[in-house]
Every structure is written in structure tokens, then in C-alpha cells.
């Protein structure tokens, strides 16, 4: 027989080992062990296993994270309780067939501690679930890490409650962002009567979900609703568990207990590595369980948040009315039960109110009665306060406190309360009284929409002019065409210039290059800003004409709201609200008035931006990048609240447009991307590019363009240099340098130098910002060089269709209203 060649025994071996070594790299043996630095990775890659250590500590920890290179996203902790102090930790399988994290002296820090007979020559392996499997030498599984949840909630993963042991698998939240020992919040499933996911601070409840209708979680708005994948599940054996597979395969999804006991979905595209913020159980006071007490009832739209439900007031007024709900609200009139029990006269029947939309109560008691004997089911029984019929659960009722009341924005449940006959009866007697005013006012206002309607056809065909006239053809058509000049409420020119003092020189707050602005009051007693165009302006006339395009549909609590506009003759001229407290630059940059801004209102300023951003990019009806984010188009109201102002250079963005390019590049050097300064490119990231300049001069203090004849020719190349020395500490504003914020300002820096890196798709986008800066994505990536850190050739020479400017002046600037 021919022997093989020496080639060909080569090439088995090389396969041999292929097939055998690289099989290997998935799972830990007692002979295939991991040491410190080393890890292991999922056969498809999606997950990595090994050490780590968290920003802000030296601990070194043995952890599963998405197996990713610039976020590390950590969804189970081994040794979260005992860390390693140094470099020594072992990752092994023992001599009795446990997972167990050794120290340097050989100390068990973590074991899986589990017992079976068949433990020798087990196995652990790490699968592309992110699940750490422990398999004995039968192959079968006796421990794996998704059954033993750590602060993460992924895929496959069971959060569970055995209603006979009372035994709960739950979420636990890390200490701090940078400790991920036992926090003081869980998360986990309730399944008394009808199931509920319930957050609680240590055992009191912190926030719920509603009941689960088979499908749904019924006190959780919209937003969450329309996702897919969650289940909770009755196994008929006891355990009742809450499970989740998202089936759209293009994404990674994860739930996080953070640290402060909110629960935040993300999600991540496979083809990037960002994360990004999709819902959370702290979008408003309202998800706060209780948050209005027994009986009352919380609407985050209405002001103040907490009423008492029709038939109940307040138990301890003064409290009530100094914002502390607490205590909740009693009953005005008894019921008829409680009438009649008393020996007075046999009184009227109860009836109920309906309330639309709600988060049902809390303690629901279930009946099997149909929809049309839920109601008299209820009236029978002297106990029952309030009854709710919802498909998939059927007939729910209550008869204690009704508590953690809250009305949702367009799902919820119909809510029905047992109230007095008498209250049924005033009821009745109100809408009497609404039907007549209504009938009178129907009358007067017929009389007046003739009127109203001609001026709305002359402003329209004004502005429809104006608008065919100054449209970017460049924009697309989902932006100016939708959007028409007439929707805006049109003041009077006489009227504005009563209220300004006939444009007295006095009220005036600033100029830029569309005209002047006035401070002025209306009639009414509204204190406004008047944004004049100017006769002589050929610039300013397309600002004007943008801006009424891009801000007239946008409603935000961080953008400054225009309330009108006035359009007669050769007078064009844009009304906002005012702004008492200016521009931020006016405080920001001035050495005796930026004592007020202490870090507190600075954070607070720096979140409301990246929000008003969040909105404009994501959250608006129309996409829109801003492309002059500065200082001085932050205007501050009294409480020191920012608002995003000046829409002159703003784009509507169409649904799948992710950039677009522009001869004209308008805006204010130092906060322009270099993609936009030198090459025309404009997109989310240029503005993400402009807020990561704003949130460094608010930490700093300093102005980005103060360093242009120092050594570091920007603000960014100076805090790049102490980057790279480690001394952070150095760029912040001494008058904020405070110990017990300084790690959430260098947390700020940290994400600034991430917003403006040099190429665009190394920038988080705004919602990962917005996350980062709320410390609810609490791993941040090492940013890498900053734009602009070096002196360019060129950059500040303006040409005809290049404007920029290397001082605090701009064609854009407005100053402090």
C-alpha cells in the first residue's frame, strides 16, 4: 500500500486540529481554562466570556457581554459580589465538576455550586443565547447562567415566580454604574390573579405594568405595546414566567435593571455597534406606582398630575395642595350599602362613571362574568368599588383602595367607578349646563369661522407665494409642501408695535443677519420676542421663510415655541415666547454671571438640549438637523430651563434620508463637523458633532474658539491632550469642581469627545447620547481623536459659497432674549 506524503499528513492535521481545536474555543474544561485577560467566544460570535473591568474601577470581574469592541455590554455577572483586586483571577472547571472564579491564591471567589454524581469531566460552554451552559460528563445540563439572571433581560432568558414555593428568579440591579454588586431594586413577575411585571425597591413596589392580557401588558402606553416578542407564560405546574424573542432578526435586544430602578429596553442593528434607547419604565412621574395615592388618579399631560377620581377628594387638603399626593383622596358621598347599613332612609341606587384609557388598579379580583353581567355583577356586591371588562382577561373588579391609577395616552382600559346617586345626578346637571353654553357658544362661533376663514385664504395665498417662492428644491417633499404658512396664528402688525413700543430702540435685545429682535408685551399680558426681518436683508428673507417652514409643526417643551407670525406689506416678522434669562453664552461665558450656573443647572441644561435634539431627530413629526447648535441659540427661561432656538439653517430630513449635501455651508465655525465645513455633508451626526462643542464649553466654561492663538488651537484639541494625560479634572470649570458630581462630569466630558470625534460614523447617535448622559447606557467606548485638534490650512479663509466665522459672531447670531 502507498504511504501518504508528508503533505498530506500536513493537511490531516491542519484539519484534524481545525475541526477539533476550534470547536474548542466556545467552552471551558478543567484542562481548558481561561486566565486574566483571556476570553472565550459563542460559536456564531454574538457573545464574548471573560474578564473585565468597569469604568471608574480597578475590580476585575468574570462576565458575559455582547461581543462587541466598542460598548461593552455586560448581561451577567459571575463574581459580582467578591471582585478580584488584580490581574491573577482564573475562569475553571473544578475537581467536582463546578464553574468556579479563583483568585491568584487560589481562593474560590464563584462557583456555580451545584452537586451531581456524573460531575467529572464536565463542561461549560457558551452559546450564541449569551447562555453559559454546565453539562456533566453525560452531556446533560445541571447549571446554566440564564437561569440565575443578573441586571439583564435577553432573549430565552425566563424571569419566573413558582406560586406554590414562592421562589422568584429576578432581575437585580448593580449598586452603581461602576459596582455591580446587589443594588436595592429587583425586577420580576407577579402571577396573584391576573399575572404583572412589578419593579420594587427592596419590598415595596416601585412600578407595575397592568395585567397581561395574553398578548399585551395593559398599563404600558403605546409605545412598548406595539412590540413584539414578550410572553408570560403558565406553565400549569406553578411557575408563571415572563419570556421574550424578538423576531426581527436584523437586531439584538436587551432589557437593563439600571442602578436607579428603571427598567430600559435597547436595542442594537448587527451591522453597528451602537445601542440605542427604545423604551424605559421611567418615561414620566406617572409610572412611579402610587404616585397620587389611594383613589386618586395621575395624568402626565395634565398639571398638576395627581386629581381625585369623580366622587373622591383630597384626604389631607393642605398636603394635597403642596404637591404631596401620598395621602390619597376619601369618598364625598357614601355609597348606597353604606347608607343603608347605617339605618338611614333606603336610599338611591349607585351608579358609574367611565373613565377611558386607564391603567387599571392595582389587587384585581377576576370573574368569570360576561361583558354584559360585569356591570350588575359588580352593583350586587356592596364590596365592589369599581369594575373593568378587557378582552383576554375578562371581568376584573376591586373592592379595596383603588391605587396606582393612571391615564395612558391612547391604550388602557375603559374603568368604571361606583359613585353616589346623588354625584350621578349633579354629573347629569353639569352636562345639562355644558349642552347650553355649548349650544351658545356653537352660535357665536359660526358667526365668527366666516370671518376667520377669509383671513386664513388671504394669509394663505400670501404664504403659499412665499413659500413656492424660497423652497429648497434640495429638501424632500415631505417637508416644505406639508407644511403651510397659514397654520400659524397671524398678529397684527399694530398690534405688535404697541406691544414693543413702536420698535423703540429700548426693547431692542439684539441683531443678526435677518434683522433685529424687540422685546415686547401683548395686551393680554404675554411677554414676547419679536424677530423683525430686515427691508435690506437678501439672507435673512430664506431664514425667515425656513424657519416658519421647520418650526411651525414642532411642539417641545426644550425648543423655544413660536406663537405667531406677521406677514403685511414689506413687513415679515416671526413672534416667540420670551426668554428672560437670554442666551446661554450670555451667562455661560460671563466670569460673574456664570456663578449662577452651578453643575446641577448645567446638567439639567445639557440633558433638556440633548433632548430638544432627541425630538427634533427622532421623536418630531419631521426629521430636522439643526446645523447651527451653539451657545448663543440656547436660550434660558426663568427657571434656567434651555430651549433650542433659531431654525434659520435647519433641513427637513425625509424618512430613509441619512445625509445630504449643500453648496451653501452656513453656520458658526467651531461647532460645524469638518464633513460639513469642508465638504458640504450634513447629517444627525453634524448636529450630535455641534452638541458634543456645547456640552464641552458647558463643563469648561470656555468658549471653543477662545483657544484659536493658544497652543491647542481649539477647546477640542486641549481636552484631548488631557485625555490622553488622564486629567480630566484640569478642563473643568472651577466654579463647578465639586467632589460629589465629579464623576458625572467626566462622565459629560467623556461622552462630549465622543460626540466629536472626526468621522461621523464613529459619533453615537442623540438617543445613545441621551442615554450615556442619563447613565442609562452605562458602559462608554475610548473616544478617538477629536476634529479640528490642529491648526488647518485654509479652513478660516471665507469664499462665496463657504461663510464662517472665527468669533462669536455669526450670520445666525440672536442675542439673549
Known amino acids: 500500500m502507498r504511504r501518504p506524503s508528508k503533505k498530506a499528513v500536513s493537511l490531516l492535521l491542519t484539519c484534524f486540529w481545525f475541526v477539533f481545536g476550534?470547536?474548542?474555543?466556545?467552552?471551558?474544561?478543567?484542562?481548558?481554562?481561561?486566565?486574566?485577560?483571556?476570553?472565550?467566544?459563542?460559536?456564531?460570535?454574538?457573545?464574548k466570556l471573560g474578564f473585565f473591568s468597569l469604568d471608574g474601577s480597578s475590580n476585575r470581574y468574570v462576565g458575559i457581554w455582547y461581543n462587541t469592541t466598542s460598548l461593552l455590554t455586560i448581561i451577567w455577572v459571575a463574581n459580582k459580589d467578591r471582585p478580584l483586586n488584580d490581574s491573577s483571577g482564573v475562569l475553571t472547571i473544578s475537581e467536582d465538576g463546578n464553574i468556579q472564579v479563583l483568585n491568584g491564591r487560589k481562593e474560590i471567589l464563584?462557583?456555580?455550586?451545584?452537586?451531581?454524581?456524573?460531575?467529572?469531566?464536565?463542561?461549560a460552554q457558551l452559546q450564541d443565547s449569551g447562555n453559559l451552559v454546565l453539562r456533566d460528563k453525560n452531556g446533560v445540563s445541571v447549571w446554566e447562567s440564564l437561569q440565575n439572571p443578573s441586571h439583564s433581560f435577553v432573549p430565552q432568558m425566563k424571569i419566573s415566580t413558582n406560586t406554590r414555593t414562592r421562589v422568584r428568579k429576578v432581575l437585580t440591579s448593580w449598586k452603581s454604574s461602576s459596582d455591580p454588586s446587589m443594588g436595592s431594586f429587583t425586577a420580576g413577575v407577579e402571577p396573584l390573579n391576573i399575572p404583572q411585571v412589578f419593579i420594587w425597591n427592596g419590598s415595596r413596589p416601585y412600578w407595575r405594568s397592568g395585567p397581561w392580557d395574553g398578548q399585551i401588558l395593559t398599563g404600558v402606553d403605546v409605545k412598548w405595546i406595539t412590540l413584539d416578542g414578550l410572553n408570560i407564560v403558565d406553565d400549569k405546574e406553578g411557575t408563571v414566567y415572563v419570556t421574550f424573542a424578538h423576531p426581527e432578526s436584523g437586531f439584538f435586544y436587551a432589557y437593563v435593571l439600571t442602578p436607579e430602578g428603571i427598567l430600559v429596553e435597547t436595542s442594537r442593528d448587527k451591522r453597528n455597534e451602537d445601542w440605542e434607547r427604545v423604551w424605559t419604565?421611567?418615561?414620566?412621574?406617572?409610572?412611579?406606582?402610587?404616585?397620587?395615592?389611594?383613589?386618586?388618579?395621575?395624568?402626565?399631560?395634565?398639571?398638576?398630575?395627581?386629581?381625585?377620581l369623580k366622587g373622591y377628594e383630597p384626604k389631607h387638603t393642605q398636603e394635597w395642595n403642596r404637591g404631596n399626593w401620598t395621602g390619597g383622596c376619601v369618598r364625598k358621598t357614601p355609597l348606597q350599602c353604606e347608607r343603608t347599613k347605617n339605618g338611614s332612609e333606603e336610599a338611591k341606587v349607585d351608579g358609574f362613571l367611565k373613565l377611558t384609557n386607564m391603567k387599571v388598579p392595582d389587587f384585581a379580583e377576576q370573574s368569570y362574568a360576561l361583558e354584559d353581567d360585569c356591570r350588575q355583577q359588580c352593583l350586587r356586591n356592596c364590596s365592589c368599588i369599581a369594575y373593568s371588562y378587557y378582552t383576554g382577561i375578562g371581568c376584573m373588579w376591586w373592592s379595596g383602595d383603588l391605587i396606582d391609577i393612571q391615564k395612558l395616552s391612547s391604550t388602557g382600559a375603559n374603568l368604571f367607578i361606583r359613585v353616589a346617586h346623588s354625584e350621578l345626578k349633579q354629573d347629569r346637571k353639569r352636562d345639562a349646563r355644558v349642552i347650553v353654553i355649548v349650544t351658545v357658544i356653537i352660535g357665536t362661533i359660526a358667526i365668527a369661522l366666516c370671518t376667520y376663514f377669509l383671513r386664513r385664504?388671504?394669509?394663505?395665498?400670501?404664504?403659499?407665494?412665499?413659500?413656492?417662492?424660497?423652497?429648497?428644491?434640495?429638501?424632500?417633499?415631505?417637508?416644505?409642501?406639508?407644511?403651510?404658512?397659514?397654520?400659524?396664528?397671524?398678529?397684527?402688525?399694530?398690534?405688535?408695535?404697541?406691544?414693543?413700543?413702536?420698535?423703540?430702540?429700548?426693547?431692542?435685545?439684539?441683531?443678526?443677519?435677518?434683522?433685529?429682535?424687540?422685546?415686547g408685551k401683548l395686551a393680554e399680558g404675554q411677554d414676547i420676542a419679536v424677530k423683525r426681518l430686515s427691508r435690506a436683508s437678501t439672507q435673512g428673507l430664506e431664514e425667515f421663510m425656513n424657519e416658519v417652514v421647520v418650526i411651525s409643526k414642532l411642539q417641545h417643551r426644550n425648543l423655544v415655541r413660536l406663537i405667531g407670525c406677521c406677514i403685511e406689506g414689506d413687513e415679515k416678522m416671526l413672534i416667540y415666547e420670551f426668554m428672560p434669562n437670554k442666551s446661554l453664552d450670555?451667562?455661560?461665558?460671563?466670569?460673574?454671571?456664570?456663578?449662577?450656573?452651578?453643575?446641577?443647572?448645567?446638567?439639567?441644561?445639557?440633558?433638556?438640549?440633548?433632548?430638544?435634539?432627541?425630538?427634533?431627530?427622532?421623536?418630531?413629526?419631521?426629521?430636522?438637523?439643526?446645523?447651527?447648535?451653539?451657545?448663543?441659540?440656547?436660550?434660558?427661561?426663568?427657571?434656567?430651563?434651555?430651549?433650542?432656538?433659531d431654525f434659520g439653517m435647519a433641513r427637513i430630513f425625509g424618512s430613509n434620508q441619512d445625509q445630504a449635501n449643500t453648496k451653501r455651508v452656513v453656520g458658526t465655525y467651531g461647532y460645524m463637523s469638518p464633513e460639513y465645513a469642508m465638504e458640504g455633508r450634513f447629517s444627525e451626526k453634524s448636529d450630535v458633532f455641534s452638541f458634543g462643542v456645547l456640552l464641552l464649553e458647558i463643563v469648561s466654561g470656555r468658549k471653543n474658539s477662545s483657544f484659536y492663538h493658544e497652543e491647542y488651537f481649539t477647546l477640542l484639541g486641549y481636552a484631548w491632550k488631557l485625555w490622553k494625560e488622564d486629567n480630566m479634572k484640569t478642563?473643568?470649570?472651577?466654579?463647578?469642581?465639586?467632589?460629589?458630581?465629579?464623576?458625572?462630569?467626566l462622565r459629560c466630558i467623556h461622552v462630549g469627545l465622543l460626540c466629536v470625534q472626526e468621522l461621523a460614523k464613529d459619533r453615537p447617535s442623540v438617543s445613545t447620547v441621551v442615554g450615556m448622559i442619563c447613565s442609562e447606557i452605562a458602559h462608554l467606548p475610548p473616544p478617538k481623536q477629536p476634529a479640528f485638534t490642529e491648526m488647518r490650512s485654509g479652513i478660516d479663509i471665507e469664499s462665496s459659497d463657504k461663510k464662517c466665522s472665527l468669533n462669536k459672531v455669526s450670520i445666525t447670531m440672536i442675542e439673549g432674549r
Open 22 to 47: 476550534c470547536s474548542a474555543i466556545d467552552t471551558i474544561t478543567s484542562t481548558h481554562f481561561i486566565k486574566d485577560p483571556e476570553t472565550i467566544v459563542s460559536s456564531g460570535r454574538v457573545f
Open 281 to 308: 419604565t421611567k418615561e414620566n412621574e406617572c409610572e412611579i406606582y402610587g404616585k397620587c395615592g389611594p383613589f386618586g388618579h395621575c395624568n402626565s399631560r395634565d398639571s398638576p398630575i395627581c386629581s381625585c
Open 457 to 519: 385664504w388671504i394669509a394663505r395665498q400670501r404664504g403659499n407665494l412665499l413659500i413656492g417662492k424660497f423652497s429648497d428644491p434640495s429638501v424632500p417633499g415631505d417637508g416644505v409642501n406639508q407644511v403651510k404658512l397659514e397654520e400659524l396664528p397671524l398678529i397684527d402688525f399694530n398690534k405688535l408695535a404697541t406691544a414693543t413700543n413702536n420698535f423703540h430702540e429700548a426693547n431692542k435685545l439684539g441683531q443678526g443677519g435677518f434683522g433685529p429682535v424687540y422685546r
Open 110 to 123: 464563584w462557583s456555580s455550586n451545584v452537586s451531581n454524581p456524573a460531575a467529572v469531566n464536565s463542561s
Open 731 to 745: 478642563l473643568i470649570d472651577g466654579s463647578i469642581l465639586e467632589a460629589c458630581f465629579q464623576e458625572e462630569i
Open 586 to 645: 450670555a451667562s455661560l461665558f460671563d466670569p460673574v454671571k456664570r456663578q449662577i450656573l452651578d453643575w446641577r443647572t448645567r446638567f439639567k441644561i445639557i440633558e433638556g438640549i440633548g433632548r430638544g435634539l432627541l425630538y427634533l431627530h427622532r421623536d418630531s413629526r419631521l426629521r430636522i438637523i439643526h446645523r447651527d447648535l451653539k451657545a448663543s441659540n440656547i436660550l434660558l427661561d426663568e427657571d434656567l430651563n434651555p430651549k433650542i432656538s
